[in-house]
């Protein structure tokens, strides 16, 4: 009796194991197929590589950039004569570096994004204000981006910079009044700043490049499906990879193109080049939950309470300067409310997300 008591429990046994294991890799599997998509708020990723293009890194192994690699702050980029590399910036903000140039990052963070240029020419298409600008430095000056655009820094031999906007505003270093507005391009001259306009019409090799990239990420991000790309965004939240409170949206790569694409929190957003991402994360019918921090501040009596509010909801309010390639939004329209609780935007009534920062 004990032998066969045995034998039925090890079968017993066995069978449970078996179920488990079964389990286990189904759940392996769903969960693989539903992370096809990368989600990622962080900036440093290597989204286009063409020509010869090395870093020396702070940490790890130096060599050729390869797509698909990540930069950390510190690490320098250089490139060749023929080199052309498009790196990641904080979500919907590019850098698309020319030949023969370098540069490294500072920081990365969405409020105090700093870039360090130290020869050679970048294009930069970026979403940014005056709480959350985009700073460049040069071997003998620093330029501050404080609107939405698209911007051009060069580095001369001799380490002078100079910054042409084609879209945007940016300051010079901490000269006050040395606003560069669009159509106009700015550098330190002796104690001051010298501006002038250029010609936007006239456009090189990297300024074309920038734009024809500019336009096919946007398709890629048009093309982006809800039931493709839901579990991936649920996976990556859960695994507190991303929420609203650290960036204007989330970089998704995409495997059947193999690149980053922006995916915007906000409502009807447009790249600064003027073209339209599609959908953005409120598409996606993720539970409320997603839409509210992760975490909770406690107030000067010690009570928790909610007090920040999302970044893209900082940068919606019209500040009289006008947005990139979207209408102007009715006063009719609803916002959502961030604090102490997140609304959702009705279907029928979308909210007033439909602003695109920028000039």
Request: hydrophobic fraction near 35%; glycine fraction near 10%.
């Amino acid at each position: 009796m004990k032998i066969n008591l045995s034998h039925i429990s090890a079968v017993c046994l066995a069978v449970m194991a078996l179920a488990f294991s079964t389990s286990a890799q189904n759940e392996t599997i769903a969960a693989a197929a539903g992370d096809k998509f990368v989600i990622s708020a962080k900036a440093g990723g290597v989204n286009f590589v063409e020509g010869t293009v090395s870093v020396v890194r702070t940490y790890g192994k130096s060599g050729y950039l390869l797509k698909g690699d990540r930069l950390q702050i510190g690490d320098r980029v250089s490139t060749g004569t023929d080199g052309k590399a498009e790196i990641l910036l904080n979500p919907g903000s590019y850098l698309r570096l020319g030949g023969n140039s370098e540069f490294e990052f500072k920081t990365t963070s969405l409020d105090d994004l700093q870039l360090r240029l130290n020869a050679g020419s970048a294009m930069l298409e970026v979403f940014a204000d005056d709480e959350f600008a985009v700073n460049i430095l040069t071997p003998k000056t620093k330029f501050n981006l404080v609107d939405s655009g698209i911007y051009r820094v060069d580095v001369s031999n001799i380490g002078d910079g100079k910054i042409a906007v084609w879209k945007g505003r940016a300051t010079i270093g901490d000269l006050p009044d040395a606003v560069v507005k669009g159509g106009r391009e700015g550098s330190l001259a002796g104690s001051g700043a010298a501006i002038a306009k250029f010609d936007r019409d006239e456009k090189d090799g990297l300024e074309l490049w920038s734009k024809a990239r500019a336009k096919e990420l946007a398709k890629i991000s048009n093309k982006l499906k809800s039931d493709n790309l839901r579990p991936s965004l649920m996976n990556s939240y859960i695994e507190r990879r991303w929420n609203m409170y650290n960036s204007f949206g989330l970089w998704v790569y995409d495997p059947f193109w193999r690149v980053n694409c922006f995916l915007p929190f906000g409502q009807s957003w447009y790249s600064p080049y003027g073209y339209g991402f599609g959908q953005s994360i409120w598409n996606y019918n993720l539970p409320v939950r997603f839409y509210q921090p992760m975490y909770t501040k406690r107030d000067t009596n010690g009570n928790s309470r909610i007090s920040e509010v999302p970044p893209f909801i900082k940068m919606q309010p019209d500040r009289g300067r006008g947005r990139v390639g979207s209408d102007p939004v009715s006063p009719s329209q609803p916002s959502p409310t961030f604090s102490p609780m997140i609304s959702m935007p009705s279907k029928s009534a979308p909210s007033s997300n439909k602003r695109s920062p920028g000039n």
